[in-house]
């Protein structure tokens, strides 16, 4: 049975420069398709992929991702803002990769669009007052 998901990979430094993705085409013969890349400020490498082929070859990638030391996040994460304890600083306008949040010039407010969000994290740890969540 053929799948195609939607992860994110974090990669730690010592993983950064390795050709693991080219592993998952060759060792298991799976299709990727680069959603976002980008360097965190850890200097951790995160990468969004649509990985499609086989169930059983999918599965044993992934498997050989995770004891490679590759984090994985699936996007049926769901993170959302809690609006009582946003100060709308602006904080996670910069940190987050897809633009997912947006300063409104008349109310001078920092608006979240959901739908942007890749799940990623980043803004979880950036928010000052803790009010991004995510949910598993
Ligand atoms: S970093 Fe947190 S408090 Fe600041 S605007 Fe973003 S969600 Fe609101
Ligand atoms: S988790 Fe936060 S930083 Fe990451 S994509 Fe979603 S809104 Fe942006």
Do not use: W
């Amino acid at each position: 049975m053929a799948v195609a998901k939607r992860i994110v990979l974090r990669f730690p430094r010592r993983l950064v420069e390795r050709p693991i993705i080219y592993r998952l085409v060759k060792d298991y013969d799976l299709e990727f398709n680069i959603l976002k890349a980008s360097i965190t400020p850890e200097e951790e490498g995160l990468l969004v992929l649509e990985l499609k082929g086989d169930q059983r070859e999918y599965d044993k990638g992934i498997n050989f991702l995770i004891k490679t030391g590759v984090k994985i996040q699936s996007l049926s994460q769901d993170v959302t803002r809690n609006e009582e304890r946003c100060t709308n600083c602006g904080a996670c306008i910069t940190v987050c990769p897809t633009g997912a949040f947006a300063l409104e010039s008349q109310t001078r407010r920092v608006i979240f669009d959901n739908e942007k969000c890749i799940a990623c994290g980043l803004c979880i740890k950036a928010c000052p007052p803790r009010a991004m969540e995510v949910h598993f």
